[in-house]
């Protein structure tokens, strides 16, 4: 059996964790499909104007949570959106985090185009239990939502 501080028994929490987060990502009607896939679990936007998907993954020894997307216009949309009302999109998240009862400290976010040439907007999670990932992914979803055409049904 691994010890508690082997890499491979990080990797086999972070595994549990998300197995649970799954449950409650399905339970909760906000995302479509929500899948694991490796270590990664990919829960779908409920009603995007084009595809993308809210992550948890695991990097470098971090947890990360994102949302992707391969279409160009659908993250254009979300900027736009930004660039208008002026907000910072790591002090959404942190609202949205505050709403979720999460009171730590300001968050980052990075916007790029990963290798898979997915339009990524990705966020480093504190801590790789259940609750924090959770917190997190709800947070990211509550966040996008409202932003360019993430939620095209609005």
């Given at each position: 059996?691994?010890?508690?501080?082997?890499?491979q028994h990080a990797g086999?929490?972070?595994?549990q964790s998300l197995e649970r987060v799954r449950l409650q990502a399905a339970a909760a009607g906000v995302f479509g499909a929500v899948?694991?896939?490796?270590?990664?679990?990919?829960?779908?936007?409920?009603?995007?104007?084009a595809p993308a998907w809210y992550r948890l993954s695991s990097a470098?020894?971090?947890?990360?949570?994102?949302?992707v997307t391969p279409d160009r216009w659908?993250?254009?949309s979300v900027e736009?959106?930004?660039l208008h009302t002026g907000?910072?999109?790591g002090d959404l998240i942190r609202e949205e985090l505050s709403e979720l009862g999460d009171e730590g400290p300001a968050v980052a976010c990075e916007h790029f185009r990963d290798e898979d040439r997915l339009f990524t907007f990705r966020t480093p999670v504190p801590a790789s239990d259940e609750g924090t990932l959770w917190r997190y992914l709800r947070a990211y979803e509550e966040c996008?939502?409202?932003?360019?055409?993430?939620?095209?049904?609005e």
């Open positions: 059996m691994p010890s508690p501080t082997s890499p086999h929490a972070f595994a899948e694991i896939e490796g270590a990664r679990l990919s829960a779908a936007a409920k009603a995007p104007a470098d020894g971090k947890a990360w949570v994102s949302l659908l993250s254009h736009a959106d930004l907000d910072s999109l996008f939502r409202r932003l360019g055409d993430i939620d095209a049904a």
